[in-house]
């Protein structure tokens, strides 16, 4: 069992800049392909971006693509979203997530076992 916490959401401006954080438990996160998802009220939690263990290929949702950016430190046990230009329809809570057997950087929620409580991001136009 892994467990995923997550950090860094909040209330920006349109154009505005946040990092989210999420710290996962476990001595074999290096090994994991990790994914954010995000989910506005009254919508399906949509794929964002991910990185796999494997040589960190990264993947991104086209609505996200040039302005977030995903990463990951092994060493902290940690991966990043960098969320540059945002958006008011980037508003959502922001999960983190980790697939113990994708070796590739994943879009698909079927694809990842342990999920975190999500972030809230709230983006004002």
């Known amino acids: 069992v892994q467990t995923l916490v997550e950090s860094g959401g909040g209330l920006v401006q349109a154009g505005d800049s946040l990092r989210l954080s999420c710290a996962a438990s476990?001595?074999?996160?290096?090994?994991?392909?990790m994914g954010w998802f995000r989910q506005a009220p009254d919508k399906e939690r949509e794929f964002v971006a991910a990185?796999?263990?494997?040589?960190?290929?990264?993947r991104y949702a086209d609505s996200v693509k040039g302005r977030f950016t995903i990463s990951r430190d092994n060493a902290k046990n940690t991966v990043y979203l960098q969320m540059n230009s945002l958006k008011a329809e980037d508003t959502a809570v922001y999960y983190c997530?980790?697939?113990?057997?994708?070796?590739?950087?994943?879009?698909?929620?079927?694809?990842?076992?342990?999920w975190g409580q999500g972030t809230q991001v709230t983006v004002s136009s």
């Open positions: 997530a980790t697939s113990t057997w994708a070796s590739v950087a994943s879009p698909n929620r079927w694809q990842y076992d342990y």
């Open positions: 476990g001595s074999t996160f290096s090994r994991y392909t």
């Open positions: 990185i796999s263990w494997l040589r960190n290929m990264t």
